[in-house]
């Protein structure tokens, strides 16, 4: 029984499943947060579907230096909006308010960590988004309309830094379940709690999918369910989330293409060039692309895969934090000059001008251009007194009636 309940809890979200135990279904409304986290909104970060209300509060995994939005229910127009944050690790501390709608001085917080998460979101028509989170922003995030609360998130960020990736192609494994002792002799299980397959990052060739795994742990002593691994308690060892990479190739077709929101929406293109220094890295960071996204680049025409460019093993390579979002070039020396693109959901939205440096001038050259400059200067100060004592010798010349007209 104890592995029929696992193997159903790491099932893929949206495969048939058998019937489940009444512990299953009291976490079904979970693994569908799980699977709202993979597919938000990928030009706001991810993007919860619905919000997390007082009465159906939610305790969400996700994962940091990765944009996330959280939503406010309700018009924005029915009334100014607050957001307040309270640390779980301190018991007893009231959650404060650290931004509201209104003009962004209209409130300043007073508390160090307050005033950093205010640095870090903005407000969309009420909804959060919060740009660069950290796992020291893990906490209870709850959007208030005067004395009422909307919206109630307990969310654990956790460190992407810890994130182990796997490559189906490569026969590289995921992590397994472990059995931990706790405190007082009892004991929990650690897992990988899966998100679906995002969808293929190409048509009509061969491309790559992924899906994001968090860390979830399963005590004995909470019969309820399973929590993410920040929220369940600090004696766990640590642990870090996950991402699987496999191969797919599908057709370009209607199911491939954008949906009617995205169509709606304005293009985004983003073209810019870089000039990167010799034996300096060099990051070059996708609009809009996340670890919630299907992204991909290209050198040219060359597609750069997780695959390929972990056989090659040169100077280039994809940022794990970021899912793919983020292109490395390490240790630049001139060879990998050229043109980047990156793709997000299939749509362009990056360009990518990577050159050398301008050639500095030799140190005579460079003499002579600075010894022209301090010429220049100085007869420019010239000038301008000369222009002073002509202007004080008339004043001096006028006539006194004048002076008295």
Same mark, same amino acid.
């Given at each position: 029984?104890?592995?029929?309940?696992?193997?159903?809890?790491?099932?893929?979200?949206?495969?048939?499943?058998?019937?489940?135990?009444?512990?299953?279904?009291?976490?079904?409304?979970?693994?569908?947060?799980?699977?709202?986290?993979?597919?938000?909104?990928?030009?706001?970060?991810?993007?919860? +579907?619905?919000?997390?209300?007082?009465?159906?509060?939610?305790?969400?995994?996700?994962?940091?230096?990765?944009?996330?939005?959280?939503?406010?229910?309700?018009?924005?127009?029915?009334?100014?909006?607050?957001?307040?944050?309270?640390?779980?690790?301190?018991?007893?501390?009231?959650?404060?308010?650290?931004?509201?709608?209104?003009?962004?001085?209209?409130?300043?917080?007073?508390?160090?960590?307050?005033?950093?998460?205010?640095?870090?979101?903005?407000?969309?028509?009420?909804?959060?988004?919060?740009?660069?989170?950290?796992?020291?922003?893990?906490?209870?995030?709850?959007?208030?309309?005067?004395?009422?609360?909307?919206?109630?998130?307990?969310?654990?960020?956790?460190?992407?830094?810890?994130?182990?990736?796997?490559?189906?192609?490569?026969?590289?494994?995921?992590?397994?379940?472990?059995?931990?002792?706790?405190?007082?002799?009892?004991?929990?299980?650690?897992?990988?709690?899966?998100?679906?397959?995002?969808?293929?990052?190409?048509?009509?060739?061969?491309?790559?999918?992924?899906?994001?795994?968090?860390?979830?742990?399963?005590?004995?002593?909470?019969?309820?369910? +399973?929590?993410?691994?920040?929220?369940?308690?600090?004696?766990?060892?640590?642990?870090?989330?996950?991402?699987?990479?496999?191969?797919?190739?599908?057709?370009?077709?209607?199911?491939?293409?954008?949906?009617?929101?995205?169509?709606?929406?304005?293009?985004?293109?983003?073209?810019?060039?870089?000039?990167?220094?010799?034996?300096?890295?060099?990051?070059?960071?996708?609009?809009?692309?996340?670890?919630?996204?299907?992204?991909?680049?290209?050198?040219?025409?060359?597609?750069?895969?997780?695959?390929?460019?972990?056989?090659?093993?040169?100077?280039?390579?994809?940022?794990?934090?970021?899912?793919?979002?983020?292109?490395?070039?390490?240790?630049?020396?001139?060879?990998?000059?050229?043109?980047?693109?990156?793709?997000?959901?299939?749509?362009?939205?990056?360009?990518?001008?990577?050159?050398?440096?301008?050639?500095?001038?030799?140190? +005579?050259?460079?003499?002579?251009?600075?010894?022209?400059?301090?010429?220049?200067?100085?007869?420019?100060?010239?000038?301008?007194?000369?222009?002073?004592?002509?202007?004080?010798?008339?004043?001096?010349?006028?006539?006194?009636?004048?002076?008295?007209?």
């Amino acid at each position: 029984m104890r592995s029929e309940s696992r193997c159903l809890l790491l099932q893929p979200l949206g495969t048939p499943q058998p019937a489940m135990c009444p512990r299953a279904v009291a976490l079904s409304f979970l693994f569908v947060l799980i699977s709202a986290v993979a597919n938000g909104d990928p030009s706001q970060g991810v993007s919860l +579907p619905e919000p997390c209300l007082p009465s159906r509060s939610c305790t969400l995994a996700l994962i940091s230096d990765n944009p996330v939005t959280l939503r406010c229910p309700g018009p924005p127009h029915q009334g100014p909006v607050s957001w307040q944050y309270a640390d779980p690790s301190r018991p007893g501390e009231r959650p404060a308010t650290f931004i509201r709608t209104g003009h962004p001085l209209a409130l300043i917080p007073t508390r160090a960590k307050l005033w950093r998460l205010r640095l870090k979101t903005r407000l969309l028509q009420g909804d959060l988004r919060i740009v660069d989170p950290g796992v020291g922003d893990s906490g209870i995030y709850s959007c208030r309309r005067g004395d009422t609360t909307l919206a109630y998130y307990e969310v654990d960020f956790q460190d992407a830094g810890r994130l182990h990736i796997s490559h189906a192609s490569l026969g590289e494994a995921t992590l397994a379940n472990t059995t931990v002792d706790l405190a007082g002799g009892a004991r929990g299980q650690l897992f990988t709690a899966w998100a679906r397959w995002q969808p293929c990052d190409r048509c009509g060739g061969p491309g790559e999918r992924k899906r994001v795994g968090f860390c979830y742990a399963r005590l004995a002593s909470r019969p309820e369910g +399973p929590l993410p691994c920040g929220v369940a308690g600090r004696g766990l060892p640590q642990r870090g989330p996950e991402l699987r990479v496999e191969s797919c190739e599908v057709p370009c077709d209607r199911a491939y293409g954008p949906s009617r929101d995205e169509l709606g929406r304005a293009p985004l293109l983003v073209v810019t060039r870089y000039r990167a220094l010799p034996h300096a890295r060099a990051r070059l960071r996708c609009p809009t692309a996340s670890i919630y996204s299907p992204v991909y680049w290209q050198e040219g025409p060359t597609a750069l895969t997780w695959l390929d460019l972990h056989q090659r093993n040169g100077s280039i390579g994809l940022d794990k934090a970021t899912g793919g979002g983020t292109l490395l070039l390490s240790s630049w020396n001139g060879t990998d000059a050229g043109y980047y693109q990156c793709y997000v959901g299939g749509q362009l939205v990056g360009q990518f001008l990577v050159t050398p440096p301008r050639v500095l001038a030799s140190a +005579p050259e460079l003499t002579r251009a600075y010894s022209a400059i301090e010429s220049l200067v100085v007869g420019l100060s010239i000038f301008l007194l000369f222009l002073l004592f002509l202007s004080i010798l008339q004043s001096c010349r006028r006539k006194p009636g004048a002076i008295m007209a």
